[in-house]
């Protein structure tokens, strides 16, 4: 149970937090020293990836062996509270004896039955046979007393050790678990960075060719020089499905996330169409975590959105294509897609359509997910919905 705990208690700390800072990059310019900084990054990441491959190693023998000291600890005051039990048995035991002594004793010397008991004999011989029976009663009795008031002693000091022996343990223990929780963490990171970055200076490369095309200056607001399609309402994204999957803090097979969108449950194969006018601003293809994925930004009452549609079967649009609401922009996958079923796409485990909602403009991928929305109008976990009908006026 109480590794149970240690393991809960890791995961909840290693969900990843959305809220990043809102560093947004305005212009060319500032674009162009975002993607600077993504590639120092990147080689830095490379640089200390090398170095910490060895502290990676001492890092998992350092949390076995915390697990280890964990366990021993556990099985130390587990065998110290066995043996304060076994002695406890003795002294009950012993106790018992003695009050069964002392009653015959008492007895005897009560209403003088132990000399009526010597003087009852009818020989010699008898009565010396009582007197030492007497004699060895009382012995006894004494031997015992004495044997107990030792355990009892001895006991009490085991009691008294084995508090500060616990507590010194616990101790152990809550520092092993921290250690753990660190060294976790840490190693976290490493794995997580290099794949990440690559394909976030992706992006970033791909939007300043695509606002050098829009005749943006070095200089000039995106607000000002790119302009998207206008859009006064908002559909859904498919004409039927099921909310599997809600937006936010999410608990995937003991695994806790956030989750950046929303899933519509929906069979494979199923059209996908454009949320509302826009423009391409990205295509993933084939990604181990997302699958085929579109991005598409367009302006819904004066405020820029990047919409993403991910777990595609289909792409059926190219990059800087202009869409309407009414196109098909793919087909949705996330069934034959999925690892389990021999697919590339590690990320889904059945058929829908993730569709996620940043209200921002397309730049860089750490804007796009501090700025993710609970995209509206959809119904509840488990609702169905049979249209795709306008939330947005
Ligand atoms: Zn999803």
């Known amino acids: 149970m109480k590794k149970l705990g240690i393991l809960f208690t890791i995961l909840m700390l290693m969900a990843p937090s959305m ?27 490379e640089k200390q990836k090398q170095l910490t491959k060895a502290e990676k190693n001492a890092k998992n023998v350092a949390i ?11 099985s130390k005051i587990e065998e110290a509270k066995n043996s304060i039990k076994a002695s406890e048995q003795k002294i009950s035991e012993y106790e018992a004896k003695t009050k069964e002594m002392l009653e015959f004793y008492q007895m005897m010397m009560g209403d003088n039955s132990y000399l009526e008991f010597i003087t009852d004999s009818s020989s010699m011989t008898e009565m010396i046979m009582r007197i030492d029976a007497v004699e060895e009663i009382v012995n ?16 009490e000091q085991k009691q008294v050790e084995l508090k500060k022996y616990e507590q010194e ?17 840490s ?39 790119a302009k998207y399609s206008y859009n006064s309402t908002w559909l859904k994204p498919v004409t039927k499905g099921r909310i599997n999957s809600l937006f936010g803090y999410r608990n995937v097979s003991g695994q806790s996330s956030n989750h950046s969108g929303i899933d519509i449950g929906v069979s494979e194969g199923t059209p996908v169409y454009s949320a509302t006018n826009g423009t391409v601003v990205y295509i993933i ?8 994925q579109i991005y598409i930004q367009s302006d819904v009452n004066g405020t820029t959105y990047t919409m993403q549609y991910a777990h595609l079967l289909k792409i059926e649009v190219s990059l800087g294509q202009t869409v309407k609401n009414t196109d098909v922009i793919a087909y949705s996958g ?7 079923n021999g697919g590339y796409d590690r990320c889904t485990t059945g058929a829908h359509l993730h569709y996620g909602v940043s209200k921002s403009k397309w730049t860089t991928w750490k804007n796009y997910t501090a700025n993710l929305i609970n995209p509206p109008g959809f119904p509840g976990k488990g609702g169905w919905f049979y249209e795709r009908t306008q939330w947005f006026r």
């Open 64 to 74: 076995a062996n915390a697990y280890k000291e964990i366990e021993t600890s556990e």
């Open 140 to 155: 006894y009795n004494q031997d015992t007393l004495k044997k107990l008031e030792v355990l009892i002693d001895e006991n």
């Open 285 to 292: 293809r084939k990604s181990s975590c997302g699958g085929n």
């Open 169 to 185: 343990l616990n101790n152990n223990i809550t520092s092993y678990q921290k250690k753990i929780q660190e060294l976790d963490s």
């Open 187 to 225: 190693l976290m990171e490493m794995e997580d960075i290099a794949m990440d970055i690559n394909e976030e200076i992706k992006i970033v490369q791909t939007n300043i060719k695509t606002y050098e095309n829009m005749g943006c200056g070095e200089n000039e607001k995106f607000d000002v020089c």
């Open 19 to 45: 809220v990043s800072a809102k560093t947004e990059a305005t212009t060319l310019a500032e674009l162009r020293q975002e993607l600077k900084n993504l590639q120092n990054q990147k080689s830095s990441n």
């Open 334 to 340: 996330g069934g034959s897609t999925a690892t389990r």
